[in-house]
Each structure stands twice: as C-alpha cells, then as structure tokens.
T-cell receptor
Framework: AQSVTQLGSHVSVSEGALVLLRCNYS??????LFWYVQYPNQGLQLLLK??????LVKGINGFEAEFKKSETSFHLTKPSAHMSDAAEYFC??????????FGPGTRLSVLP | GAVVSQHPSWVICKSGTSVKIECRSL??????MFWYRQFPKQSLMLMAT?????????EQGVEKDKFLINHASLTLSTLTVTSAHPEDSSFYIC?????????FGPGTRLTVT
C-alpha cells in the first residue's frame, strides 16, 4: 500500500525566501511521485513529476524536487518565494497513472 | 495538451434533487477516469474509478447508489449525485489517466441547500 505524509500543514515564508515543502512516501513498488498546486476553488495543476531517471526534477514556476530513495522523500523547493506562490500544495504517489494517493497538503503563505 | 474539463464549475441545488457533473478529456482518450471529493482545507479523497464501458469501482464507504458514475465514451464520464443532501456539499474533482499521469479537471463546487 502507498502512503504520503507532508510535514507541516502550514508553512509561512517571506517573499524572496527559500521555500521548502516536505514530502515522504511509502510504496511497495518504484514510485511515481508528483507535486501539485491548488489555488482556491480550482483544480490541481501539476508542478513537476518524477518517474524514472534524473532524481532532481525541475518544474514550472521555478520549483524543483529531488527524489531520495534512501530517505523515501520528495521535497519541493524554490529558491525565492513570490507572492503568487501562496496556495495549497499536494504531494502524491502513483502507480503508472493509477492508484494515486495524495498527501494531506501544505498551505504555503508568503509574507510581504 | 492533456486537458480535462468539468461542467458545471459550480452548482446550487435543493435538498432531495439530483445533480449531474460532467468530466471530459478534450484532447485525448481516457479509458480510466477518477472522481475525487475534497472538503474545505482537506486533501482529495478518491471516490471511485471510472472505466469506459464497465461499471465503476467505488472506494470503501462511498455509496454507489448515491453517487452514480457513467463512463459511456472514451472522453466523457459523469457523476450524478442523487437525492442530494446538505452533507453532500463539497468540491468534486475528476481526473483522467493518460501516459502514467492523471490530468485534473478544474473542479465543481456543489452546494446543497
């Protein structure tokens, strides 16, 4: 069975500061890992994904994540936060596009 | 590419009535679609997996007679909330599976009064 944990239901950073959102997973098979962003009353937008290959994955809007198998982690980072980054972020683990399991989400606030 | 639409984006209905939500894959064919429910400030919870041409697979605790799912074509799945009650008020999101990913619709806000 797969599961996802996200440490910190709410993270606040100052504009221009580093963003770090944590995600740990468990999976009985090699995981496909995803980060999604959700703005209020909207669906999910894919930020980035890891399937195979390079463990450092770059996504949209300056975000990136690193797959660390030994730590079963897939933390999301962005060097410099922007006000428009304020949103809810979900980490998910999936198997071949099926059986997605979502983490509880982390709400990111960006302070001026 | 890989765009999924939902209609309507929001709906208000009276208790006891039924509401149908459509999920369409606009530029690809999806043999499998998924329906999620999201309560305020919570994560997505999978309700059911919809397979084209066959019966949907419901997650434990989801009433299949209340949440009717039809996946009649490779580009359309519908979710009908029957005899809606205020506790059914939620944000419903669909997704479609394509090339090892799920592509999400924009969601439908259902309010039952």
């Amino acid at each position: 069975a797969q599961s996802v944990t996200q440490l910190g239901s709410h993270v606040s950073v100052s504009e221009g500061a580093l963003v770090l959102l944590r995600c740990n997973y468990s999976s009985s098979v090699p995981p496909y890992l995803f980060w999604y962003v959700q703005y209020p009353n909207q669906g999910l937008q894919l930020l980035l994904k890891y399937t195979t290959g390079a463990t450092l994955v770059k996504g949209i809007n300056g975000f990136e994540a690193e797959f660390k198998k030994s730590e079963t982690s897939f933390h999301l980072t962005k060097p410099s936060a922007h006000m428009s980054d304020a949103a809810e972020y979900f980490c998910a683990v999936g198997e071949d596009g099926q059986n997605f399991v979502f983490g509880p989400g982390t709400r990111l606030s960006v302070l001026p | 590419g890989a765009v999924v639409s939902q209609h309507p984006s929001w709906v208000i209905c009276k208790s006891g009535t039924s509401v149908k939500i459509e999920c369409r894959s606009l530029d690809f064919q999806a043999t499998t679609m998924f329906w999620y429910r999201q309560f305020p400030k919570q994560s997505l919870m999978l309700m059911a997996t919809s397979n084209e041409g066959s019966k949907a697979t419901y997650e434990q605790g989801v009433e299949k007679d209340k949440f009717l799912i039809n996946h009649a074509s490779l580009t359309l799945s519908t979710l009908t909330v029957t005899s809606a009650h205020p506790e059914d008020s939620s944000f419903y999101i669909c997704s479609a599976s394509f090339l090892y990913e799920q592509y999400f619709g924009p969601g439908t806000r259902l309010t039952v009064t």
